[in-house]
């Protein structure tokens, strides 16, 4: 049974530029949640996609968009990138059993911005 | 919004000491998740509280909710160098679905 993984792994771009980071979430998850970690700090969340809809949203400016497709796997979008866009991209994937959602984090996508 | 502190930043010990982290909010926590992230890893589950005063253990590792809900801790017996790692505590909100606000985390390193 495949985890979640994410493309591409490492990232390398300049400012203003755009970025599309794409999640696909382990068998069975109907949730993807997308997280910005920067160099050692915790991740902070950025948005929550479930049945195709934003169902939630962090304290991330609109440059940041994403997309659930029907397979739920997702995408993160960032436009017009800046130098503290530079971080560790995790995608967590979920579902929801009795009442409990575990998140379970895929290996991340590395973005430098220069 | 909600915040979570994280105590200590860094923590040295030697293998076979104990190790302790602590987390704290300055208002009631949702479920408390606990995370390990190994250097150039990432977050990987742990365990999640739930109830007041909960206490789980799983092997070496003893995770604590406080009374009041406003803290939780992990405590590692008799370290290992497998053990290195950030540990995270993470609230869930669990608004309209899981959503979590992470500490800053916990540094563990081992010395052999």
């Known amino acids: 049974d495949a985890g979640v993984t994410q493309s591409p792994t490492h990232l390398i771009k300049t400012r203003g530029q755009q970025v599309t980071l794409r999640c696909s979430p382990k068998?069975?998850?109907?949730?993807v949640s997308w997280y910005q970690q920067a160099l050692g700090q915790g991740p902070q969340f950025i948005f929550q996609?479930?049945?195709?809809?934003?169902?939630q949203r962090g304290n991330f400016p609109d440059r940041f968009s994403g997309h659930q497709f029907p397979n739920y796997s997702s995408e993160l979008n960032v436009n017009a990138l800046l130098l503290g866009d530079s971080a560790l991209y995790l995608c967590?994937?979920?579902?929801?059993?009795?009442?409990?959602?575990?998140?379970?984090f895929g290996p991340g996508t590395r973005l430098l911005v220069l | 919004g909600q915040q979570v502190m994280q105590i200590p930043q860094y923590q040295h010990v030697q293998e076979g000491e104990d190790f302790t982290t602590y987390c704290n909010s300055s208002?009631?926590?949702?479920?408390i998740q606990w995370y390990k992230q190994r250097p150039g890893g990432h977050p990987v589950f742990l365990i999640q509280?739930?109830?007041?005063?909960e206490v789980k253990k799983q092997k070496r590792l003893t995770f604590q909710f406080g009374e009041a809900k406003k803290n939780s801790s992990l405590h590692i017996t008799a370290t290992q160098t497998t053990d290195v790692g950030t540990y995270f505590c993470?609230?869930?909100?669990?608004?309209?679905?899981?959503?979590?606000?992470f500490g800053e985390g916990t540094q563990l390193t081992v010395n052999p």
């Open positions: 967590a994937s979920s579902f929801t059993f009795l009442g409990v959602e575990t998140q379970y």
């Open positions: 068998s069975g998850h109907d949730t």
């Open positions: 509280l739930v109830k007041s005063g």
């Open positions: 996609y479930y049945e195709e809809e934003e169902r």
């Open positions: 208002t009631t926590l949702s479920n």
């Open positions: 993470a609230d869930d909100e669990e608004t309209s679905g899981s959503r979590l606000t």
